[in-house]
């Protein structure tokens, strides 16, 4: 058709008059904007402002070198983000940089600021605030202060009208009394504050409620007092995201204030300790895909820590939705059958993670379990779940992690070979028996396989050989049977295998040395023999190898020198021989722990040890001979334990100039001879020191006392004397004492009060548990450490840290026991028998509650058992024979026990009466047996007296009377004498009488 030309025409006008109105708005518009100079992007006033905020910063990092006045275009710099159509400074992000300083008000220049992040730095307002002036970037929609320090929060941050993005968290400095400004930021999509204070909010939850656009809410560990408030009206309609983690509220988990906000997808409640039933309302949150109602549960093995104790028997099968249910440590009962049959049963089953690790669930896994076909990861760990693992379980063909330890389980079906993507398998600490099921070598895939501490018996079998890609094999505490095999070195991903702890035989096959990556061998405490392979050189990445407990033979190979990166080398309890040369261990510098003890390794001991930094060194029951090396004590800087015990090393200690950080020596049953080691004096980090059984001799130094942290010190059965260092209870962590088969003299000390580490309430100080010491910085701890108790030697692994006695027995040690050794009431044995002790019982003896064994045999004891003695309820060996004491034995069932079992502890005693002996004390014959023991006492020296003067009298009087017999002239001269001696006293006689007559009759 035709067209008009008054058409054209005003088409053409009207293009004209659009061209010339976009010409005037454009320039209309660049009026508005600043004038840049030629080249710049950046306002120059905002320049200028972030150059000030850098003069108050430390930049230690260097992240704003690129902030320079010569470098006009501030858009470039770092952490910096303008406007492409304005050129103002919009974002500001100095996230992660780690700045140290205060941030400047010259900021505010920055007038179209909408994002700011200074996230994990260490910048502060004047006050150790966040900045008042924050709460006036108008246009701020991003707002990030995470992991800084500040202190409190201003409430001008509720200026921010446009904030979409508010990150408070993880300032523990932080200390909340009022949120209320929350409220004026209507937008707020994202809000975090965990880990700050907010203890004292009360309402917390009515002030998020007017939030109506917040999405993500995190309260993660804000010391929230309680989550029950009652909302009238909720707002929360679009709320997501909701962390409330790490919180103690306390109060059942039914009231809280969440359970109606449908909206929610995440929700994190794990270590709030709520408690009670689940509600109901839960089955209706069909938005939910995160369920974290766990503990962190810090022991992997036994795991029985919980920090809720809710009950789970909600219908969830409407969840459709649900990807993540973790509920570790958190429920206080439940049945997993039922508990199975609740979980979510749509025909598009979403649920991958389910985590219930000792939930304290009875019960059997139903078949029920095979419809969660969706599974990746399955945890149903430290448990009380019966029975077999359902056949139904093979048809869950997506799990890949499968953890069912340490329940009662008792079979492994042979379905479980259908879970093709299976990677990892911990079916250990359960029932399974008899032979290994040969299904689940169909998984090509598998990674990890622990069976351990289970009753499974049989060989291994050669279908586990099919895991080509297997890392970790733990099959260790079984009954299996048989040889290693040796296609296990055919695992050439292999990095970890224990077959610890079974019934295997044979030797250790060389093929083992193929799997070249190895880094942990565990073969001990089984039945193998013959010698060590050469192969096993081969393992060069190989860590940690332990072959202990065996019936191995034969020399270590010295190739064993080529395991550089051996950390912990364990060869107890073997046959092996022969000696350990610089050529085994020159190499090894990294190795740490070694014990090669209870074998017939002999020769010298070797002079030069690679492995400076060498932890634990144990070779205890062993030949070896000759003196120990300078190089052990002097050089081995990090040696901790040293264990040479039970060897025939001699001579004396090598003396070091430096002090040395042993702190557990062991060196008994050897031969070591002359005066107490001085060289000691220096180990002042000493703990545990144990010497018993050498050829020491001489005094006990007073520097004893300045070994302030020891608590066993063992020194019986040397040639020690003198007296006992008075200095000795200064060792005030000291638990147990033994100087017993010495020649010991002098008196006890009487400050033995001061060894408060042998009280039940002895202060606490860093160290004391020595047992977490230990584990921390050594490890297992594998020492046995003997005491002599009950006349017994105990040997004490663990239990030596718990030990607390003193033995001074077999010395010859004088005076009166002291009385202050009754403040030891945390003693469990004392023994002070074979002495020459006098005096009394102490009258408390009956305060030391705690003691187990008393021997106060064969001394000089005097006086009466004291009666408190029968409190001691605890006592199971009492030896009072052979003393001097006497009178009623005290009454007591527990003395009546001890006597039964042990007739003699009242032996030699024999002025003790009473039950339960057979001398009576009843009445009258009580004080006469009494003060006829103690005639009997004090006669003896008298008697003694008299029978020498009578014998010395007839000895007298025949010495006289046979000269009187044979010399006549000496008789004669005698009866004339007497004669004259008669006469004379008859005179005298008759005289006085006669005289005494005369005034008498006047």
């Not at 079979?411 to 290994?436: D, K, M, R």
């Not at 018996?457 to 970790?472: N, Q």
């Not at 005076?815 to 020459?836: A, F, K, R």
């Not at 057979?918 to 004090?938: I, P, Y």
């Amino acid at each position: 058709m035709h067209q008009s030309p008054a058409l054209f025409v005003l088409v053409l006008v009207a293009t004209a008059a659009a061209t010339w109105s976009s010409f005037f708005l454009v320039a209309y518009a660049r009026q508005l904007e600043p004038v840049h100079a030629a080249g710049e992007s950046c306002i120059g006033r905002e320049r200028d402002a972030l150059l000030i905020f850098k003069q108050g910063i430390n930049d230690t990092d260097g992240f704003l070198k690129s902030w320079q006045p010569r470098r006009q275009d501030c858009c470039r710099w770092a952490g910096i983000t303008c406007s492409n159509k304005t050129g103002h400074v919009i974002q500001l992000d100095l996230g992660g940089t780690y700045l140290m300083g205060q941030i400047s008000p010259s900021l505010l220049s920055l007038e179209q600021l909408e994002y700011l992040n200074l996230k994990s730095t260490s910048l502060t307002g004047h006050n150790g605030g966040i900045p008042k002036f924050l709460g006036s970037f108008k246009n701020l929609r991003h707002l990030d202060l995470s992991d800084m320090y500040f202190t409190m929060a201003p409430p001008q941050l509720g200026n921010l009208s446009k904030l979409e993005y508010l990150d408070l968290s993880n300032s523990r400095r932080m200390y909340y009394s009022d949120i209320s400004w929350l409220t004026r930021l209507p937008l707020l999509l994202h809000l975090d504050m965990s880990e700050t204070n907010l203890s004292s909010i009360a309402d917390w939850p009515l002030v998020v409620n007017m939030l109506p656009s917040l999405q993500y809410l995190g309260l993660f560990g804000c010391s929230l007092p309680s989550a029950n408030q009652s909302l009238t009206h909720l707002n929360l309609t679009n709320l997501q995201h909701l962390g409330l983690s790490n919180n103690n509220f306390g109060h059942p988990i039914a009231s809280a204030w969440f359970w109606n906000v449908r909206s929610i997808t995440e929700l994190y409640l794990c270590q709030t300790s709520l408690y009670g039933p689940f509600p109901d309302s839960l089955g209706n949150m069909t938005s939910l895909q995160v369920l974290y109602f766990g503990c962190h549960l810090e022991y992997v093995y036994p795991a029985t820590t919980t920090c809720n104790a809710a009950t789970m028997t909600v219908d969830m099968r409407n969840l459709c939705d649900l990807e993540y249910l973790r509920l570790d440590g958190s429920l206080s009962s439940g049945n997993i059958t039922k508990f199975l049959e609740n979980l979510p049963q749509c025909p598009s089953n979403r649920l991958k993670y389910l985590s219930m690790q000792s939930t304290n669930m009875v019960g059997i896994i139903a078949d029920g379990l095979g419809q969660l076909t969706s599974l990746t990861s399955l945890v149903l760990s430290y448990n009380n779940i019966t029975g077999s693992i359902p056949l139904s379980i093979g048809n869950l063909s997506h799990l890949e992690y499968l953890d069912f330890s340490n329940n009662h389980l008792t079979s492994i079906p042979q379905e479980l070979a259908n879970c093709t993507s299976l990677q990892n398998i911990y079916l250990s600490n359960n029932n399974l028996v008899g032979p290994i099921q040969l299904g689940i070598g169909s998984s090509t895939r598998l990674q990890s396989l622990d069976l351990s501490y289970n009753s499974i018996t049989r060989l291994i079998p050669p279908g586990i050989g099919s895991y080509i890609r297997l890392e970790h094999l733990d099959l260790s505490y079984n009954h299996l049977t048989g040889p290693i095999a040796p296609w296990l070195g055919n695992f050439t991903r292999l990095y970890y295998i224990t077959l610890s702890n079974n019934l295997l035989t044979g030797n250790i096959p060389p093929e083992l040395g193929n799997a070249t990556n190895l880094e942990f061998i565990s073969l001990s405490n089984n039945h193998l023999s013959g010698p060590i392979p050469l192969e096993i050189a081969s393992c060069t990445g190989l860590g940690y190898l332990s072959l202990a407990n065996n019936h191995l033979t034969g020399h270590v190979p010295s190739k064993i020198g080529m395991l550089t990166n051996l950390v912990e080398l364990d060869l107890n309890n073997n046959n092996l021989d022969g000696g350990i040369t610089e050529e085994h261990l020159a190499t090894l510098k990294s190795l740490r722990h070694m014990d090669l003890s209870n074998n017939s390794f002999s020769g010298p001991l070797p002079s030069e040890y690679g492995a400076l930094g060498l932890i634990e060194l144990t070779l205890s029951f062993n030949y070896f001979s000759g003196h120990i090396p300078e190089s052990i004590f002097c050089k081995l800087r990090s040696l901790l334990v040293l264990d040479l015990s039970h060897n025939l090393l001699e001579g004396e200690l090598p003396r070091c100039s430096q002090k040395l950080n042993l702190v557990f020596l062991h060196l008994s049953n050897n031969g070591f001879s002359g005066k107490f080691p001085s060289a000691l004096q220096n180990y002042t980090s000493l703990s545990f020191m144990d010497l018993s059984k050498n050829n020491l001799y001489g005094e006990l130094p007073l520097w004893i006392g300045d070994l302030v942290y020891l608590r066993f010190l063992q020194l019986s059965h040397n040639f020690l004397s003198g007296d006992i260092p008075v200095t000795i209870t200064n060792l005030k962590r000291l638990r147990q004492l033994s100087l017993a088969g010495n020649s010991m003299s002098g008196i006890m000390p009487w400050s033995l009060s001061n060894l408060t580490s042998m009280t039940q309430k002895h202060p606490r100080r860093p160290g004391v548990d020595m047992y977490v010491w230990y584990t921390s910085y050594v490890g297992k701890f594998r020492e046995v450490w003997p005491v002599v108790m009950k006349r017994q030697e105990l040997k004490y692994g663990l239990g030596v840290f718990d030990v607390v006695g003193i033995d001074l027995s077999l010395n010859q040690l004088v005076g009166e026991i002291p009385d202050g050794i009754t403040s030891l009431n945390g003693l469990l044995n004392l023994n002070l028998s074979c002495n020459q002790l006098s005096g009394e019982i102490p009258a408390k003896i009956g305060l030391m509650k705690s003691i187990e064994s008393l021997d106060l045999s064969r001394n000089n004891l005097s006086g009466g058992i004291p009666t408190s003695l029968s409190d001691l309820t605890y006592l199971s060996f009492l030896d009072l024979s052979y003393n001097n004491l006497e009178g009623r034995i005290p009454p007591g069932s527990q003395l009546d026990t001890l006597y039964m079992e042990n007739p003699s502890i009242y032996t030699g005693n024999i002025g003790l009466c009473g039950h339960p002996l057979e001398r009576n004390c009843s009445g009258d014959n009580t004080l006469e047996h009494v003060n006829q023991h103690r005639r009997e006492k004090v006669s003896e020296p008298v008697l003694f007296f008299y029978f020498g003067l009578g014998s010395l009298f007839l000895v007298g009087l025949w010495v006289v009377f046979c000269t009187l017999l044979f010399k006549k002239a000496w008789r004669v001269a005698y009866f004339r004498l007497f004669d004259k001696v008669y006469d004379n006293a008859y005179v005298f006689v008759v005289v006085t009488l006669g005289r005494m007559k005369g005034k008498a009759t006047s």
